[in-house]
């Protein structure tokens, strides 16, 4: 039996044709983070509505061009080594996060990155459905920490 899985939705609450979406229908073990207030997110009401651990499936860039306005309270993103095995998933085409800002968190948090391409955001709107190959990624990283 595998140990549950915390979704992270970004901004807005991800939608209904977003994978994290589709996979916690999937699978009864997903749980989705409870915050009050999806359109305007602030890091700390996140991080205490965590508790103590979370798999983050996201790495915007707070200092990005990109980055939602409303959105406050994320930086600096935390730059110490996680004590647990991570996996950041990235595209080479993503607005919120470049590749110098996900490499430099992979490295903070010891953090292995898999390249998945231009796939924009990887978001409900990049047309990635159920995104097999990101569940295949999680179940990979689920049988390396044994869980």
């Known amino acids: 039996m595998h140990s549950p899985v915390l979704i992270v939705p ?29 359109d305007n997110p602030a890091c700390s009401a996140w991080v205490e509505a965590t ?47 470049s590749a110098d800002h996900t490499r430099d968190c992979a490295r903070a948090w010891g953090s292995h990155v898999h390249q998945a391409g231009p796939r924009g955001h990887l978001n409900g709107a990049s047309g990635l459905g159920e995104w097999p190959a990101g569940w295949a990624l999680l179940e990979s990283l689920r049988a390396r920490v044994g869980c």
């Open 10 to 38: 970004g901004i807005n609450n991800s939608g209904e044709s977003h994978w994290q979406t589709l996979w916690q229908r999937r699978d009864p073990g997903f749980e989705r983070l409870a915050v009050d207030d999806w």
């Open 51 to 97: 508790g103590s651990a979370a798999l983050l499936v996201a790495v915007p860039d707070p200092a990005g061009p990109a980055f939602p306005p409303t959105a406050h309270g994320f930086a600096p993103l935390p730059a110490r080594r996680f004590a647990f095995p991570s996996l950041i998933v990235a595209s080479s085409d993503d607005p919120y996060a």
